[in-house]
């Protein structure tokens, strides 16, 4: 069998070794358009939990990372002067550039073929049995194949550039500025002794008040804009000691989210796709590295257990590697819309509750409670400290109605819909105003592109007069992240208490939604 592999990234290099060593009878040739020693980007970032499926496929990864690379177990959050830390979450990480010349020689002394400099499409690979595209985000070949493979792309609002800087943080490290023209945030994380990863986020009202949307997006790879460059040394200068950053293809863009139903094709000739050709999810939950070598192990292990049978291999590679990747990039849904919405977060909260909601936007109070629970305990004690009691059993009080704590139980009348809230008296949920107290109950769009009329429905709730007003704004239906952004729009923006219901929420659920400050109240069923 001869196969043409299309991409010289981690994933591409790494399937070709696999599937070398597997069968040395199979014939594989890699193809990548840049030079052997360019590379766009600094550095790629590991969780310590992830990395057992692909040191077992081969150690090259963990001795990169061992030799080259850097290991924290804190995260850190900076905002408004303070620091707060968060521990149990073990990471490494290794310059791009220092991985790919590994990955390079393990391929070359498996005895795969790399061509360097060499763009291809289809139509230059009529010779293969098979051809693997992990050509990345840009892929030539998925979008000669696209309309057969079901491609859904979802485009963030936020904006998004990657640097480099010779300032070293200690581990992953989230940095939060108000300037003079908005809210900016850094990720940054060591990836040698001498240099660290540094992205920066925005919203685009941000980015445009600051004059950074003048660079010239129809320049060829390679040119950096050196404007936001300076602007962003500026900005967190005394976050980076004054030191300069580093550019590399540096340019703004907003995160796209690439979700592809079929990973394959047998027409016009057998072609399998792996990593960002396919998939994406957010840099903030998803290491697009890390899933590509998972895609290439599933890829290689399915081709050598079906020899002389494409059809079956490529079924069974989907079968294997599609369900972690859709779980990733579910729990990198509510990740990206936390950066889409942080300069709310930054402006409203204190600075542990920002470190708390930030650290549970995939996760809940328990989970990460076993990973650093000297975290979870300080963040319950500053609850107790400003409420008196712990977050469930904190009385939720208003002029007009009271409840003792803040998970409540919801009666539903007869077609379903919830209609009454306990509490010092049973509280009507109704869609329009009625007598005396009453809780405004608002339904959840299905997806986020619903979002903006639920808040002209906030507003106009907002613009009441008193005692015309709702005592709270009851959210139910639609997401999970539906529910939880149109809550906090109401609460953070609009001033109206929000009561999260969610018919599936648990204990530690509940106390996850009101100690992070996504919801003040949150209902089940009686």
Same mark, same amino acid.
């Given at each position: 069998?001869?196969?043409?592999?299309?991409?010289?990234?981690?994933?591409?290099?790494?399937?070709?070794?696999?599937?070398?060593?597997?069968?040395?009878?199979?014939e594989v040739t890699v193809f990548e358009r840049n030079r052997a020693e360019d590379t766009f980007?600094?550095?790629?970032?590991?969780?310590?939990?992830?990395?057992?499926?692909?040191?077992?496929?081969?150690?090259?990864?963990?001795?990169?990372?061992?030799?080259?690379?850097?290991?924290?177990?804190?995260?850190?959050?900076?905002?408004?002067?303070?620091?707060?830390?968060?521990?149990?979450?073990?990471?490494?990480?290794?310059?791009?550039?220092?991985?790919?010349?590994?990955?390079?020689?393990?391929?070359?002394?498996?005895?795969?073929?790399?061509?360097?400099?060499?763009?291809?499409?289809?139509?230059?690979?009529?010779?293969?049995?098979?051809?693997?595209?992990?050509?990345?985000?840009?892929?030539?070949?998925?979008?000669?194949?696209?309309?057969?493979?079901?491609?859904?792309?979802?485009?963030?609002?936020?904006?998004?550039?990657?640097?480099?800087?010779?300032?070293?943080?200690?581990?992953?490290?989230?940095?939060?500025?108000?300037?003079?023209?908005?809210?900016?945030?850094?990720?940054?994380?060591?990836?040698?002794?001498?240099?660290?990863?540094?992205?920066?986020?925005?919203?685009?009202?941000?980015?445009?008040?600051?004059?950074?949307?003048?660079?010239?997006?129809?320049?060829?790879?390679?040119?950096?804009?050196?404007?936001?460059?300076?602007?962003?040394?500026?900005?967190?200068?005394?976050?980076?000691?004054?030191?300069?950053?580093?550019?590399?293809?540096?340019?703004?863009?907003?995160?796209?989210?690439?979700?592809?139903?079929?990973?394959?094709?047998?027409?016009?000739?057998?072609?399998?796709?792996?990593?960002?050709?396919?998939?994406?999810?957010?840099?903030?939950?998803?290491?697009?590295?890390?899933?590509?070598?998972?895609?290439?192990?599933?890829?290689?292990?399915?081709?050598?257990?079906?020899?002389?049978?494409?059809?079956?291999?490529?079924?069974?590679?989907?079968?294997?590697?599609?369900?972690?990747?859709?779980?990733?990039?579910?729990?990198?849904?509510?990740?990206?819309a936390w950066w889409e919405h942080f300069g709310r977060y930054h402006d409203v909260f204190d600075?542990?509750?920002?470190?708390?909601?930030?650290?549970?936007?995939?996760?809940?109070?328990?989970?990460?409670?076993?990973?650093?629970?000297?975290?979870?305990?300080?963040?319950?004690?500053?609850?107790?400290?400003?409420?008196?009691?712990?977050?469930?059993?904190?009385?939720? %009080?208003?002029?007009?109605?009271? #409840?003792?704590?803040?998970? &409540?139980?919801?009666?539903? !009348?007869?077609? @379903? +819909? /919830? =209609?009454?809230?306990?509490?010092?008296?049973?509280?009507?949920?109704?869609?329009?105003?009625?007598?005396?107290?009453?809780?405004?109950?608002?339904?959840?769009?299905?997806?986020?592109?619903?979002?903006?009329?639920?808040?002209?429905?906030?507003?106009?709730?907002?613009?009441?007069?008193?005692?015309?007003?709702?005592?709270?704004?009851?959210?139910?239906?639609?997401?999970?992240?539906?529910?939880?952004?149109?809550?906090?729009?109401?609460?953070?923006?609009?001033?109206?208490?929000?009561?999260?219901?969610?018919? %599936?929420?648990?204990?530690?659920? #509940?106390?996850?939604?009101? &100690?992070?400050?996504?919801? !003040?109240?949150? @209902? +089940? /069923? =009686?």
């Amino acid at each position: 069998m001869r196969i043409a592999v299309a991409g010289g990234g981690p994933g591409g290099l790494f399937f070709a070794t696999l599937i070398r060593r597997a069968d040395p009878s199979i014939e594989v040739t890699v193809f990548e358009r840049n030079r052997a020693e360019d590379t766009f980007g600094f550095g790629v970032v590991f969780s310590d939990r992830t990395l057992a499926a692909i040191d077992e496929a081969d150690p090259v990864l963990r001795e990169a990372l061992d030799e080259h690379g850097r290991h924290w177990d804190e995260i850190e959050v900076r905002l408004k002067g303070e620091r707060i830390r968060c521990g149990g979450n073990g990471m490494a990480a290794v310059a791009r550039r220092t991985l790919l010349t590994l990955m390079q020689e393990r391929a070359r002394g498996a005895g795969a073929e790399l061509r360097f400099s060499t763009e291809v499409s289809l139509d230059d690979l009529t010779g293969y049995d098979l051809v693997i595209a992990a050509d990345g985000t840009g892929s030539r070949i998925r979008e000669e194949l696209a309309p057969s493979l079901d491609v859904q792309i979802e485009t963030a609002t936020a904006k998004f550039i990657w640097f480099g800087t010779a300032y070293l943080f200690d581990g992953l490290t989230f940095v939060h500025e108000r300037g003079p023209d908005g809210v900016f945030a850094v990720h940054g994380y060591p990836i040698s002794d001498t240099v660290s990863t540094f992205i920066v986020e925005t919203d685009e009202e941000s980015w445009r008040r600051a004059g950074l949307d003048e660079f010239d997006t129809t320049q060829p790879p390679g040119v950096s804009d050196m404007v936001s460059k300076e602007y962003l040394e500026k900005l967190f200068a005394d976050q980076i000691d004054g030191h300069q950053l580093l550019t590399n293809n540096s340019r703004w863009a907003n995160f796209r989210t690439r979700r592809t139903r079929r990973w394959h094709t047998l027409a016009p000739r057998p072609v399998a796709f792996l990593g960002d050709a396919v998939h994406t999810a957010h840099f903030s939950v998803g290491s697009g590295t890390k899933m590509a070598m998972e895609d290439a192990i599933a890829l290689a292990q399915a081709v050598a257990a079906h020899p002389g049978n494409l059809a079956t291999a490529l079924a069974a590679y989907e079968d294997a590697a599609q369900p972690s990747v859709r779980k990733i990039q579910d729990s990198a849904r509510p990740s990206l819309a936390w950066w889409e919405h942080f300069g709310r977060y930054h402006d409203v909260f204190d600075p542990w509750q920002f470190g708390y909601h930030f650290l549970t936007r995939s996760i809940t109070d328990a989970r990460l409670g076993r990973r650093a629970p000297d975290f979870i305990d300080a963040s319950h004690r500053a609850w107790r400290d400003r409420h008196g009691a712990e977050p469930l059993e904190t009385p939720f %009080e208003h002029p007009r109605w009271a #409840a003792p704590g803040r998970l &409540l139980r919801i009666a539903y !009348d007869a077609a @379903g +819909v /919830p =209609a009454t809230a306990e509490g010092t008296h049973a509280l009507t949920l109704s869609p329009h105003q009625t007598t005396g107290p009453w809780g405004a109950l608002l339904t959840a769009p299905d997806d986020e592109s619903g979002l903006p009329e639920l808040r002209e429905q906030l507003s106009r709730l907002a613009a009441l007069p008193e005692p015309e007003r709702p005592v709270l704004t009851a959210i139910h239906g639609g997401t999970p992240l539906t529910r939880t952004l149109a809550c906090e729009q109401a609460r953070m923006r609009d001033k109206l208490p929000a009561l999260l219901i969610d018919p %599936e929420a648990d204990h530690d659920r #509940a106390l996850t939604t009101v &100690l992070s400050g996504r919801a !003040d109240l949150v @209902g +089940v /069923p =009686a």
